[in-house]
C-alpha cells in the first residue's frame, strides 16, 4: 500500500502543489478529485509513476505539469481534457507516444520518446 500523506497539505495558496520524490507508482485517486478546482501547478517528478489514470482529466484548470523522471510508458488520453494545459514535462521516461491532443495544446513539451528495438 503506497503513502499519500502529502495530499492532506493540499495546494499552495497560489496553486502549485509538489509532490516529488514520492516513490508512487500509481497517481493518487484523490489527487485529481480533492483538488481539481484549484490545482495549477503539478510536480509529480522523480516518482516511479508507470501510468497517469483517466482521473487526471479531471484537472481542468491545470496548466503545468511535470511527470519527468518516472517509469511511464504511455499518457492517458483523459489528458487531453486538461484544456489549460499549457507545460508539459514527460522526460526521461519510457514513453512511446503521445497523444495528439495533448502534444496540440502544449505550448512547451519537454519529452524523450522511446522506440522498441
Request: proline share 3%; net charge negative; charged share 25%.
Amino acid at each position: 500500500m503506497e503513502e499519500y500523506d502529502d495530499l492532506d497539505q493540499g495546494p499552495k495558496e497560489d496553486g502549485s502543489f509538489n509532490l516529488s520524490y514520492n516513490d508512487w507508482h500509481v497517481l493518487p485517486f484523490d489527487l485529481c478529485q480533492k483538488y481539481s478546482d484549484r490545482l495549477l501547478y503539478l510536480n509529480l517528478s522523480n516518482n516511479n509513476l508507470e501510468e497517469i489514470t483517466e482521473e487526471i482529466g479531471n484537472l481542468i484548470l491545470l496548466k503545468e505539469l511535470n511527470l519527468s523522471h518516472n517509469n511511464l510508458k504511455k499518457i492517458n488520453e483523459a489528458m487531453g481534457k486538461c484544456i489549460r494545459l499549457r507545460k508539459l514535462d514527460v522526460s526521461h521516461n519510457q514513453l512511446i507516444s503521445i497523444p495528439e491532443k495533448v502534444i496540440s495544446q502544449c505550448k512547451f513539451l519537454v519529452s524523450s520518446l522511446h522506440f522498441p528495438q
